[in-house]
């Protein structure tokens, strides 16, 4: 049996549960990271040195990142995922660029912002940090809003890709968490987009609930 270890509450755990669920995948889930603990282990950083979630065991074969993750359950179902990974290489490509972008450009970003807003009561927020996040966030959000004005359905066409389920998860945060936006630019496209994303099962199960 294919197992995730990792806690349902993270971000990286949440694109890969949703990603299983689009593929109709069969797996357990083991809890790790934070409260739940098990990642300082020895056993666990044999498994993954980061002591990071998620991480993926499949029938002795283990995996950490989660974007790596999600190409490697695409590649195992059907080769391209049933079209969640498109295996022409342009259409592969683009597909990628979107996840690269979520680690080098959004994560580093949003961090400051979730953490800020979510994860730290309000005595202790350092609203200077999260303006800036936000400030950060929006012109990224821009860009996805405009990649989408063309009246695409989703980031590569029309069809869902684990482009979709990586920033799906970040645009969640984004629009859960309780931030002023004074300026910002009112994202119709994005949120549309978000709409269809929030139709989709594998989202309302592990990416739709409350924000903690
Ligand atoms: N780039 C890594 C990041 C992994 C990561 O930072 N995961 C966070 C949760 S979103 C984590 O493990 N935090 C510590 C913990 O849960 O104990 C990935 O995409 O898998």
Same mark, same amino acid.
């Given at each position: 049996m294919l197992t995730i270890?990792? $806690?349902a509450n993270s971000v990286n755990v949440m694109k890969v549960?949703?990603?299983?669920?689009?593929?109709?995948?069969?797996y357990e889930r083991r809890d790790a990271g934070m409260q739940f603990g098990l990642v300082d282990t020895p056993e666990y950083r044999a498994m993954?040195?980061?002591?990071?979630?998620p991480t993926l065991e499949d029938d002795g074969y283990v995996l950490w990142e989660s974007n790596s993750i999600l190409r490697y359950l695409c590649m195992k179902a059907a080769g391209d995922g049933g079209g969640l990974y498109p295996s022409a290489?342009?259409?592969?490509?683009?597909?990628? $660029?979107?996840?690269?972008?979520?680690?080098?450009?959004?994560?580093?970003?949003?961090?400051?912002l979730f953490w800020g807003m979510v994860r730290t009561p309000e005595e202790k927020r350092d609203y200077a940090l999260i303006d800036k996040a936000v400030a950060e966030?929006?012109?990224?959000?821009?860009i996805i809003d405009?990649?989408?004005?063309?009246?695409r359905a989703f980031l590569e066409g029309e069809a869902l890709t684990i482009a979709d389920i990586?920033?799906?998860?970040?645009?969640?945060?984004?629009?859960?968490?309780?931030?002023?936006?004074?300026?910002?630019?009112?994202?119709?496209a994005m949120k549309?987009?978000?709409?269809r994303l929030s139709a989709r099962p594998g989202f309302a199960k592990f990416v739709a609930p409350k924000l903690f």
């Open positions: 270890l990792g $806690r549960l949703w990603c299983l669920e689009e593929l109709g995948t069969p993954n040195p980061n002591g990071r979630v290489p342009g259409a592969r490509a683009s597909v990628d $660029r979107w996840l690269d972008w979520q680690l080098s450009i959004v994560s580093p970003a949003e961090r400051n966030m929006g012109a990224n959000w821009s405009q990649r989408l004005s063309d009246g990586v920033l799906g998860c970040y645009a969640r945060r984004w629009f859960g968490a309780e931030v002023q936006r004074p300026g910002m630019a009112a994202l119709p549309a987009w978000y709409g």
